[in-house]
């Protein structure tokens, strides 16, 4: 089985001239039995998307893979430099080839974008959710309270995780469910929790309308299923945090599940506390197991925390799954990797560049167990010692025959600084 890979990068060119370009590469079908003795595979020149973005361009993504790129530009010459935003979508094409880009009119926050059949798009929005086709016109949905996460089904059914705050601030707040059928309003908000000290929340939804929202609440970790009639499952605790946490909800088209979370203080750039990995999974059964700490990385100070969110989980419907996080050897911060299979989390393997550092960017799993990790080469956390040959973007990827990762493939050369990644993967090829 072949596979064809979109990847996108923010490369700051230079950092007074404020000019950057988002790309997207796209590596032929052929590159599926990449040779694991190469250093390098046949991935496509970077294809140039005009703009410059004001931050990582974000992929619309379905089952059936990435069908649009979206970004944002800041105009910082206009009249009022803090507003003028433009907004930027670029549909992808037969093997992945990004086209002309749009612009949206009235601009719209790209926030986190799903695509769900047909070509309809739904983007998170401070005010509510919006929705339409991959290049507008969209509708706003308004929803009384900030979305925090939303999801989207085959069928059109859209759900969004918001927080209920108190008038003074969101602290305590509690998450809250809306779910809009195909067609239909957003629904009476649905209460997930009591109220509490809250930092981050995830949500998944598989292409039957069955919902998996996790979220944080004062030092706990906790998980609910709802069902695709909107009925809530029991309060589940998952386990703890040690710091503020980032979630990666995963629910698989035959009934597994994961909830992965990420925990560190960081303020204003300064690592705070050490950053942990965290996973728990679930059978069909919808029974979580004990939680498993992936990783820990004890490295503290300024711009030293873990960037991207540091941990990805794919659960391919019948396949063995995947997770991917930044790790850390005793010396250098590390990219590691693991199988999700019947028996839980497989043994961990470092799939970047031995003797240097490394974060993650991004992972994906394709529905025939082709995988890819995007790594960011010559990351000390966030911090990087500056270009060099060992900076830029690489790749490890494997085929559902192997399953066993390559060496890094080089997607762009150093020197050269990526701010962020992400990846997917064409399902029909």
């Known amino acids: 089985m072949g596979m064809r890979i979109l990847g996108m990068s923010l490369v700051t060119l230079a950092l007074v001239t404020a000019t950057a370009t988002a790309t997207a590469t796209a590596v032929p079908a052929t590159a599926a039995a990449a040779p694991t003795t190469a250093a390098a595979a046949p991935w496509s020149t ?26 944002e530009t800041l105009d910082l010459s206009g009249p009022s430099p ?71 089904d ?20 509690a ?20 109220k509490g000290s809250d930092n981050g929340v995830g949500l998944a939804m598989d292409q039957h309308g069955r919902i998996l929202v996790a979220w944080d609440r004062d030092g706990g970790v906790y998980a ?34 994961a909830v992965g979370w990420t925990s560190q203080a960081v303020d204003e750039g300064d690592a705070g506390s ?69 028996r839980g989390v497989g043994t961990p393997r470092t799939v970047s560049p031995p003797g240097t550092n490394a974060v993650l960017a991004d992972a994906a799993e394709g529905p025939q167990g082709q995988a890819v990790i995007l790594i960011l080469p010559g990351l000390a956390g966030a911090l990087g010692a500056g270009p060099s040959a060992t900076d830029g973007l690489a790749a490890v990827t494997h085929t559902s025959a192997t399953r066993a990762f390559g060496p890094p493939e080089t997607i762009v050369p150093g020197p050269a600084a990526v701010d962020g990644a992400s990846v997917g993967i064409d399902a029909s090829t």
């Open 224 to 257: 609910r299923f709802v069902s695709a009639r909107g009925k809530p499952g029991p309060l589940l605790h998952l386990g703890s945090e040690p710091a503020p946490s980032g979630f990666d909800v995963v629910i698989s088209g035959d009934g597994r599940a």
């Open 175 to 194: 998450p809250e469910l809306a779910i809009a059928r195909p067609g239909h309003p957003f629904g009476r908000p649905i209460r997930l929790d009591r």
């Open 274 to 342: 050490p950053f942990t990995a965290t996973l728990a999974l679930a059978g069909t059964n919808g029974r979580f197991g004990r939680a498993r700490r992936l990783a820990t990385v004890p490295v503290t100070g300024e711009e030293r925390f873990v960037p991207y969110g540091g941990l990805v989980v794919a659960l391919p419907a019948g396949r063995v799954g995947l997770a991917a996080w930044t790790g850390y050897d005793g010396t250098d911060f590390i990219v590691q990797a693991a199988s999700i299979g019947a």
């Open 154 to 173: 085959a069928s059109g059914e859209i759900a969004g995780v918001m927080e209920q705050c108190d008038p003074s601030g969101c602290d305590p707040a």
């Open 46 to 71: 970077p294809a140039g998307i005009p703009g410059a973005p004001d931050s990582s361009p974000l992929l619309a993504q379905d089952a059936a893979g990435p069908q649009a790129v979206y970004w």
């Open 82 to 152: 803090s507003t003028d935003i433009n907004t930027f979508v670029s549909p992808l094409g037969p093997g992945l080839q990004p086209g002309a880009a749009a612009v949206l009119s009235p601009p719209l926050n790209t926030g986190s974008a799903v695509a769900y059949g047909h070509g309809q798009v739904a983007l998170a929005q401070e005010s509510g959710i919006a929705t339409g086709p991959v290049t507008g016109p969209f509708v706003v949905h308004p929803l009384p309270i900030p979305v925090r996460a939303i999801a989207a």
